[in-house]
């Protein structure tokens, strides 16, 4: 809701970057979609390592008595 105030105050006080930070914003989210869904898959693969590090310690930790 914040974020559309701003924009409608930037659109009365200063139109033109308005409109083109509105024509613009769909352009830029395409672009960093493929970095996003590197950032992604990097997080997985770091949290796989990790649990596969863990495991020898959770299985001799044995069950909770």
């Given at each position: 809701m914040a974020a559309f105030l701003l924009w409608l105050l930037l659109l009365v006080f200063c139109w033109p970057i308005?409109?083109?930070?509105?024509?613009?914003y769909p352009i830029v989210w395409l672009l960093t979609l493929p970095?996003?869904?590197?950032?992604i898959t990097v997080n997985a693969v770091f949290s796989f390592?990790?649990?596969l590090l863990m495991l020898?310690?959770?299985?001799l930790r044995g069950r909770p008595a």
């Open positions: 308005a409109l083109l930070a509105l024509v613009l970095l996003r869904l590197v950032g390592l990790g649990a020898p310690a959770r299985i």
